[in-house]
């Protein structure tokens, strides 16, 4: 038997209710959760027809359908549901709420808390085709199905099993542990394997067995809920300080934008002197501006506006008299007179063609046709 100390090293335990008197009780306040067998002599277990109605309200159907099948009163009984067969069944257990309340308060005295509670016959090992029987504090145990079996008293418990063997067509072997070999008749221990044994509750498997502990009994983790309530607690000192470190994230982005629309309006008043515009106008205004800017440069890239630029160049101080001007997108011609300065110079430009007219000597005239070549 191991102590309750070892059961805090495991996530749960096993034993049987029997034994939970000879653990010690603990001491300091620490839950120790542990899975239990059972009296199977306090727990039946029959089929049923599968009820037509939808299985979200079998559990609910349960009791009346038994209320034929039981002799103590329906309102007193607790019903689990097990599993269902091909031929249309499904197993219920059945026991008395007041037993199931009994048991649990000799956990609670006990000090543990239970997860589980499952029949004791279940411990016994089962294969098809054998039926096995064990031994607990005068009572016979015998399972006969992946889950079905009873629990009695030594005499009855005999007598069943040999009407169940001969009710078989094929008889099944059986396998018989009690403490003395001389508690078996001898009849059955003729066609039997008897051997001298006790079972180990601690090491049983309950993986495949059926909890009763389901409905108004399913345990509640009390340490859990604590834990819960703290979490709470917790969770919601965390989220105001979330919500203040937001509110103070919020102030400094918005003080950001802030700063940026100023640096923004600023920034445009030094581009486009002597304008001001609004942060949220500024796309707009500057998409406008910048058309106009590219529209500019466009225009001094193209004739007659290139041309006279060129031509300033060369006719920069000549001391000529400027009589006329005419420009096109073709070609620009220029009249001037006292062009004496003017026909010294050497007026090739590289980009534009030059054709040179003398029109009156009296007062020195010149025509100056300008025209862009062609590779322009």
């Not at 839950?31 to 727990?43: E, G, K, N, R, T």
């Not at 085709?129 to 015998?142: H, I, M, N, T």
């Not at 989220?239 to 918005?254: E, H, N, P, S, V």
Request: net charge negative.
């Amino acid at each position: 038997m191991r102590s309750l100390g070892s059961l805090g090293k495991l996530a749960t335990e096993v034993d049987h209710l029997y034994n939970l008197d000879k653990r010690v009780n603990a001491t300091d306040g620490e839950a120790f959760y542990i899975d239990l067998w059972v009296p199977s002599d306090h727990i039946s277990v029959q089929r049923i027809q599968v009820p037509t109605a939808p299985r979200r309200k079998w559990q609910s159907l349960i009791p009346w359908i038994m209320e034929e099948r039981i002799l103590d009163r329906i309102e007193d009984m607790h019903f689990v549901l097990g599993q269902c067969f091909e031929d249309d069944t499904v197993e219920v257990f059945s026991v008395r709420k007041l037993d199931l309340s009994n048991w649990l308060r000799v956990a609670e005295n006990a000090g543990v808390v239970v997860r589980k509670m499952v029949p004791d016959y279940l411990a016994l090992p089962w294969e098809v085709g054998r039926l096995s029987v064990g031994w607990r504090e005068g009572y016979c145990l015998v399972r006969y199905s992946a889950s079905e079996g009873f629990s009695a008293k030594p005499n009855s418990a005999w007598k069943i099993i040999e009407r169940f063997i001969e009710g078989e067509d094929v008889p099944p072997r059986v396998s018989i542990s009690v403490p003395e070999n001389i508690l078996v008749p001898e009849s059955l221990s003729e066609q039997a394997e008897v051997n001298s044994s006790e079972v180990d509750w601690q090491i049983c498997d309950m993986r495949d067995g059926i909890n009763l502990l389901e409905g108004e009994f399913k345990p509640k983790d009390k340490s859990f809920s604590r834990l819960w309530g703290v979490n709470i607690i917790l969770a919601t000192i965390l989220c105001g300080f979330m919500f203040g470190y937001l509110q103070l994230a919020i102030k400094k982005i918005t003080a950001d934008l802030k700063k940026i629309d100023q640096h923004i309006e600023a920034s445009y008043g030094r581009i486009f002197l002597g304008q001001s515009i609004e942060a949220d106008e500024l796309r707009s205004s500057f998409d406008i501006q910048l058309r106009r800017i590219l529209a500019q440069r466009k225009a001094r890239e193209s004739m007659p506006f290139v041309g006279l630029e060129a031509i300033s160049e060369v006719m920069r101080n000549c001391d000529c008299d400027l009589r006329s001007l005419k420009a096109s997108s073709g070609e620009i011609k220029i009249r001037v007179d006292r062009s004496a300065e003017l026909r010294r110079r050497d007026l090739k430009l590289p980009e534009f063609n030059v054709d040179i007219e003398d029109i009156d000597k009296s007062s020195d005239s010149l025509l100056l046709t300008f025209s862009p070549r062609r590779n322009r």
